[in-house]
């Protein structure tokens, strides 16, 4: 059950609220978020939560069974919105691309994608700037003054930024140049930084686990929001299998099922879903035909320089061709 208060409510309010719930033995944990404040709670028994949302003090009352609360959908219809400010608006109806390299890696190559970004009339650029990396050998990105130049070079160009932040003691010097934190797959289950995310008011995208089911991902993100933050996208990028033809089994159904079990918005992540350069856009259109409200995609002006994932990084006229695929397809839709 998730108790929503009114934001005037009185001590005396609250009080006669928490009487009631004692005296049903109803535990409760509380949650306040940049937006509301909740009550969430655990019902070992019928009880007519009617009883609850007669009170004067309450918004709101739901009944939800899923294990994941304040994502679920069961108690909110209306699909969340992220508004990142300039116009920019991350919601359901309105496929939003997000591209740009694997990794960060000077000011020429963040100069030359934003120019191509603002051409195409995308708005958010992604890159990495923290890397994780399977070999510790390899390029292991810019770190904090990548991200301070990738920033100010977005910044006079109007277009918002999206990054991977590996650590907690990351968030704080990260934090005033960052438009959405990425958390990646591999630390979708890292809960100290989940935790640590839900109190800064940025917005933050959980990729899902390499090999995490869609319930675990969901659990991720009820981490968050129970630590106070609201702003929170889903993104399917693909899971491991024993197939090994392409680099992950990209898991189309996902789609719809994040969409049906929470009001999020679900981003789509070809690039890593598949792995494979010429068929990106395949997968890319597919995401937006199964309902996802926008795509990250890896793009760079040449693939096979790039520091990182070359292999499913675009190249410029493969990216323009793919935006006029979904514009194309979008229009159908």
Known sequence: MIIQLNTNCSPAEREQLDQLLKNNNIKMVEIQTQFNHYLVCVLNKEYDIRNIGNLPGVQDVHRVTD?????????????????????????????TLMAGPCSIESEEQVERIVNELVKNNVKIMRGG????????????GLGIDG???????CKSRGIKIVTEVMQVSQIEEMV???????????NTQNFNLLDALGSVDVPVMIKRGISGTIDELLQSAEYIFSAGNEKLMLCER???TFEN????????????????????????????????????????????????????????????????DGQQNLNFEEFRELVQKINMLRELI
């Open 238 to 240: 693909g899971i491991r």
């Open 67 to 95: 294990s994941y609360k304040l994502v679920s959908r069961q108690w909110k219809n209306i699909s969340t919105s992220i508004d990142l400010g300039d116009g920019v608006v991350i919601q359901e109806g309105n496929f």
């Open 147 to 153: 991200l301070k130049m990738f920033h100010a070079q």
């Open 245 to 308: 033809v392409y680099r992950n089994t990209f898991d189309i159904n996902a789609i719809p099922i994040l969409k049906e079990k929470s009001h999020l918005p679900v981003i789509a992540d070809p690039s890593h879903g598949i792995g494979i350069r010429k068929h990106v856009d395949k997968i890319a259109l597919a995401s937006l035909a199964a309902g996802a409200d926008g795509a990250i995609i890896e793009m760079h002006y040449e693939p096979e320089r790039a520091f990182s």
């Open 176 to 186: 005033d140049y960052v438009d959405i934190f990425q958390v990646g797959a591999r």
């Open 129 to 140: 700037v923290f890397k994780p990396r399977s070999s510790p050998y390899s390029f292991r």
